[in-house]
């Protein structure tokens, strides 16, 4: 089982401190989920962990043997990829494979692509720009992109913001079953409250760039924890499927309205 | 669009790739054809009023023969046409190169001011005689073209660097380049004799008349190296067109990528305006073009692109030679006018 140790990660952007030292262990096969409220450093925290930011502090990856991982095991999927690429579905989860691709295209990873395409039900959009897909669709290409390179570590931004109902369902079907069939580390960045309660394992509340609780949902989705870091009074109850849903009922009576901190 | 046909998954992969290169592999067998045949045309037309069968006669005989259509064919024509081949395949790789690296479809080595630094190399070898005098007197202005190039490059690359590599600052620096190298120029035209003017406004033009066996050598062998060693990043600038955060986030160093590749770029562009003088356009049509055709992987945009670039070239060095009867067009005019209707369409399609 792969676990990942993060010491006192803190990052800096321009002199402002956006993540002031966040520690906390995870281990493979659990679902993770980071929640806050804006500007708490929850999309720096798994860039960190992708390394593409600086920071300070540590995060140290190893597998059962104690080898540790590089970046080459990791995948990251920004949110909502907005770009004009002419390449086709097929063409743009095959560059998943990128660091491994030589001028003529092995079979093997050819196969890889259209089995993800098939395992993701993609594959009749194969022929497609990639431009040309809906918002749903193009998260699903960017996931099965994440997932053809097998990457033992996959941290999803805010993968569900952008999508309708169906298709946050199903991208997170997609990241759980991977997460489950292959114990890697899932982490996914995510505002949905009710959806982190019905997919995670593992829920990391960062406010103000801290860690401010962490556990399973049970215990970091309770009233008083989230009023005070969402500054909102909420409503936890239990759905009739039996996961826990949040309700933000009225901002707290201490909040003077939107800080400048807020805006990011 | 095809449809995926319903086989097992290990033949599909491979089935569904060969589809995506089956038609590239048909518009590149056509483009192929479409250059021989421009070329060939282009060694036919000339002002001297050769017949194909004097060409011939003179292609056959070879380069020492001593009569004036060998010497019309081997000292004028064929350096013309091995030129257009050069300069529109460097012209057609590098303004693919920059369009990909700074993520803009309007940047070209024209458009970042990069042969505008060429004509003021150009013009200062011109008046001032340096590095050299005496018989060799006319690399004067090619060195110091190739020298200002490259000058420019780096300091819109610097200038960058201090912004962070941003592809949208190095492309606003690149027109601070422009604009600067014009007032230079400018100025040197304006301090120079009515003759050298004359001359720094005929470099200006573009002119494949300048053409020589030196310029064909230079500029092809920077080609070949040049292609050669973008080969290697086909693959990361494929990525790098998915987008800046695609690729980082696939584990690509973009800033290493965008210097390597820039330079490169810079390179080419040098070899390609250094003898022939400044042609527009080309660098900026050739890569629109070879998108639409093949798409985005770089293992087909950049032949492809290098190919409508010598395409684009060896049409306009025809009607250059045609349009006028006895008089040679400067090639640069040819491009611009051909090149602003094309550009007017693909900005009015982007728009849709």
């Known amino acids: ?264 | 669009m095809p449809k995926v046909k319903n086989t097992s998954t290990l033949l599909k992969g491979r089935e569904i790739y060969n589809e995506i290169n089956k038609k590239r592999n048909v518009i590149f067998l056509l483009t192929l054809v479409g250059i021989m045949v421009s070329l060939f045309i282009d060694l036919l037309v000339g002002s001297s009023g050769l017949t194909i069968q004097d060409v011939f006669i003179a292609l056959i005989s070879g380069p020492g023969a001593d009569s004036i259509h060998a010497s019309i064919v081997w000292s004028v024509r064929f350096p013309m046409t091995l030129i257009c081949l050069c300069v529109g395949a460097s012209l057609g790789l590098a303004g693919t190169q920059m369009q990909t690296i700074l993520a803009n479809p309007l940047a070209s080595p024209y458009t970042l001011g990069v042969s505008s630094a060429a004509g003021f190399g150009a013009a200062v070898g011109f008046i001032s005689g340096f590095p050299f005098r005496g018989e060799i007197v006319w690399v004067n202005a090619p060195i110091l073209a190739f020298v200002m190039t490259i000058a420019s490059t780096m300091a819109i690359f610097f200038l960058g660097k201090a912004k962070g590599l941003q592809a949208q600052s190095m492309v606003l620096f690149g027109i601070v380049i422009h604009f600067l190298f014009q007032a230079l120029l400018s100025l040197v035209q304006f301090r120079s004799t009515p003759e050298v003017a004359s001359q720094i406004v005929y470099w200006m033009f573009g002119s494949l008349l300048k053409a020589t066996w030196t310029g064909v050598l230079v500029c092809g062998i920077i080609f070949i190296i040049c292609a050669i060693l973008l080969s290697r990043y086909a693959w990361k600038l494929t990525a790098l067109s998915a987008g800046e955060e695609r690729a980082k986030s696939l584990g690509i160093n973009t800033d290493r990528v965008r210097l390597h590749v820039f330079l490169i770029s810079a390179l080419l562009t040098a070899g390609a305006v250094s003898f022939v003088g400044t042609i527009g356009f080309v660098g900026l049509v050739a890569p629109h073009f070879a998108r639409m055709l093949v798409g985005e992987d770089q293992r087909y945009l950049v032949p492809m692109a290098s190919m409508l670039g010598v395409l684009l070239m060896s049409c306009a060095s025809i009607i250059s030679k045609s349009v006028i009867p006895g008089i040679i067009v400067p090639i640069g005019i040819v491009t611009s006018l051909v090149g602003v209707p094309f550009l007017t369409y693909m900005i009015l399609r982007r728009t849709k």
């Open chain 1, 1 to 264: 089982m792969i676990t990942m140790k993060l010491s006192d990660v803190a990052v800096n952007f321009q002199k402002k401190e956006v993540l002031k030292g966040v520690s906390i262990t995870l281990k493979g096969g659990q679902m993770v989920s980071v929640i806050g409220p804006n500007g708490t450093g929850k999309t720096t925290l798994v860039k960190a962990i992708a390394k593409l930011v600086r920071y300070s502090g540590e995060v140290v990856i190893t597998d059962d043997n104690g080898k540790r991982i590089t970046t080459n095991d990791i995948a990251y999927v920004p949110q909502m990829t907005v770009t004009t690429t002419d390449l086709t579905v097929f063409e743009m989860v095959l560059l998943g494979r990128v660091k491994d691709l030589s001028w003529r295209v092995e079979q093997v990873h050819l196969d890889a692509v259209s089995k993800i395409l098939e395992e993701l039900g993609l594959i009749s959009l194969s022929y497609r720009p990639f431009s040309r897909l809906s918002g749903g669709q193009r998260q699903l290409v960017i996931m099965a992109q994440a997932l053809v390179s097998h990457p033992r570590v996959l941290l999803l931004d805010e993968p569900t913001s952008a999508l309708d109902l169906r298709h946050q369902l199903q991208v997170l079907d997609i990241a759980k079953k991977y997460n489950k069939d292959t114990g890697a580390i899932t982490i996914v960045v995510i505002h949905d409250l009710g959806l982190a309660a019905r997919y995670s394992d593992y829920i990391v509340l960062l406010d103000d760039g801290y860690s401010a609780k962490e556990g399973t949902p049970d215990v970091v989705l309770d009233e008083h924890v989230l009023e005070k870091a969402y500054q909102v009074e909420v409503d936890v109850s239990v759905s009739a499927g039996g996961f826990k849903t949040v309700t933000p009922i009225r901002p707290s009576s201490n909040l003077g309205g939107m800080g400048s901190e807020d805006l990011h």
